[in-house]
């Protein structure tokens, strides 16, 4: 883990070192100083360790990883301090015009939807025309229809709870406000599998460039209600295997994700 990473309980990850000249390996997890787990013993040397963060461990910073010599704990290096946290509060709720249900979660104080949204409606769009695509990665919508179509007590998030959420996900101040590409750990955070329980899909987008569907599996596209002084809306884009959270406008995305927020949180 990285200096400040996020990691959330309950969740997989890998854990990765460079310890050439050790035959096997201790595995274990600090707090500050002290020695708060065992993770594994005598475990061959092979440079990375995949750990599902157990139950039982309090939320809270300062933690670390230690891989040391088998045996032999001088002899050892520490991972940069990280930060565990506890998954939030999961939750359903239902559309009423066409009865479909969706995964809901709390990441800080506020209650996303943990799926994309897939009401059908006028500038609304399946990934190449396929309705198999809907069904995995939900639809593409135009702004006009996603300003319009949020279910009952949920409305399309503004670029202020964008950074609302991306700031409790470990973005710094300094950074919530620019342009391009932000944060080093927060678009994992926020991908299928990252731990916060937004669980990203790489949907892909309707490109008006080239009058076609683009990016599925490389990109998970969103938009926000909010536009620049230009005019221009903004967007939030995941890149798969990118850990940045990029904050921008469309360049030829006509069609997005949709994730709504609930309203007051």
């Given at each position: 883990p990285?200096?400040?990473?996020?990691?959330?309980?309950?969740?997989d990850?890998?854990?990765?070192w460079n310890?050439?000249?050790?035959?096997?390996?201790?595995?274990?997890?600090?707090k500050?100083?002290?020695?708060?787990l065992?993770i594994?013993q005598?475990?061959?040397?092979?440079?990375?360790?995949r750990w599902?963060?157990?139950e039982?461990?309090?939320e809270?910073?300062?933690?670390?990883?230690?891989i040391?010599?088998?045996?032999?704990?001088?002899?050892s290096?520490?991972?940069?301090?990280m930060?565990?946290r506890?998954?939030g509060e999961?939750?359903?709720f239902?559309?009423k015009?066409?009865g479909?249900?969706?995964?809901?979660v709390?990441?800080?104080?506020?209650?996303?939807?943990a799926?994309?949204?897939?009401?059908q409606?006028?500038g609304s769009y399946?990934?190449n025309?396929?309705?198999s695509?809907?069904l995995?990665?939900?639809?593409?919508?135009?702004l006009?229809?996603?300003?319009k179509?949020?279910?009952?007590g949920?409305?399309?998030?503004?670029d202020?709870?964008?950074k609302?959420?991306?700031a409790?996900?470990?973005i710094g101040?300094?950074?919530?406000d620019?342009?391009?590409?932000r944060?080093?750990?927060?678009g994992r955070l926020?991908s299928?599998?990252g731990?916060?329980?937004?669980?990203?899909?790489?949907a892909?987008?309707?490109?008006w460039?080239?009058?076609a569907s683009?990016h599925?599996?490389y990109?998970?596209?969103?938009?926000s209600?909010?536009?620049l002084e230009?005019?221009?809306?903004?967007?939030?884009?995941?890149?798969?295997?990118?850990?940045?959270?990029?904050?921008?406008?469309?360049?030829?995305?006509?069609?997005?994700?949709v994730r709504?927020?609930?309203n007051?949180?």
């Amino acid at each position: 883990p990285g200096e400040g990473e996020i990691v959330y309980i309950g969740s997989d990850y890998t854990i990765s070192w460079n310890a050439p000249g050790f035959l096997n390996v201790d595995i274990a997890l600090f707090k500050g100083q002290d020695l708060l787990l065992t993770i594994e013993q005598v475990f061959p040397n092979g440079g990375f360790y995949r750990w599902n963060i157990p139950e039982g461990i309090t939320e809270g910073r300062d933690y670390s990883i230690r891989i040391s010599r088998a045996g032999d704990p001088g002899q050892s290096i520490r991972s940069d301090m990280m930060v565990i946290r506890q998954q939030g509060e999961t939750s359903f709720f239902t559309d009423k015009r066409d009865g479909q249900i969706y995964k809901t979660v709390k990441i800080g104080s506020q209650w996303w939807m943990a799926e994309n949204f897939n009401y059908q409606c006028e500038g609304s769009y399946c990934y190449n025309d396929s309705d198999s695509n809907c069904l995995i990665y939900g639809k593409l919508y135009t702004l006009e229809a996603a300003l319009k179509q949020a279910p009952e007590g949920w409305h399309l998030p503004s670029d202020q709870e964008w950074k609302q959420l991306e700031a409790f996900l470990g973005i710094g101040q300094e950074e919530l406000d620019l342009l391009g590409g932000r944060g080093r750990f927060s678009g994992r955070l926020l991908s299928s599998g990252g731990g916060c329980g937004f669980n990203a899909l790489p949907a892909g987008y309707f490109s008006w460039c080239k009058n076609a569907s683009n990016h599925l599996q490389y990109e998970a596209d969103f938009w926000s209600s909010t536009y620049l002084e230009d005019g221009r809306p903004i967007l939030r884009i995941l890149i798969t295997r990118s850990g940045k959270v990029i904050r921008h406008w469309p360049g030829c995305q006509s069609a997005c994700s949709v994730r709504y927020i609930k309203n007051d949180g």
